[in-house]
């Protein structure tokens, strides 16, 4: 038996189904997307760009306000050039990244559940390995002080 998802049955629906399947625990929002957020891991959305015949696995995270711009670009292509599989760009003061799936003629279950495992770890050793101090990115869960102290100015 092939586990293929046929490309005509690529949705959001579809794709939570497998995640079900898998235990990953993940929700539904309103715009579509998926919201993973298994314990353990970094936690992301699964975008479905039905134009495109995509699925994209996405993420962020917010830079310290005392990065500078050149650090903040340094991160992104050194993720770039050494993680495997993971697109990362700077996008005002996050650090966002990326993984996409072609599901044109289709996609393998395993192959989405593979790649949706394998993402959220590569983005975890990633920023360890990265940033391992936390000296350009606020850790997950954590406001930093100077990010604080902007929330309370504005």
Known sequence: MI???????VTSATLAIELERATINYQPLESGSLYVHEDGWFPFWVVLR?????????????????????????????????????????????LKMEHTINYCNGVLRET??????????????????YDPDHKLLVPLGEVSAENDDNARRA
């Open 50 to 94: 039905e134009s495109a015949g995509l699925i994209n696995l996405t993420t962020y995270i917010g830079f310290r306000d005392t990065s500078t711009t050149l650090e903040r670009l340094d991160l992104a292509n050194t993720i770039n050039r050494y993680a495997y599989g993971l697109t990362s760009w700077v996008e005002d003061d996050l």
């Open 3 to 9: 586990n293929l998802i046929e490309e005509c049955n």
């Open 112 to 129: 989405f559940i593979r790649v949706t495992r394998n993402f959220a770890a590569v983005v975890t050793k990633s920023l360890k390995q």
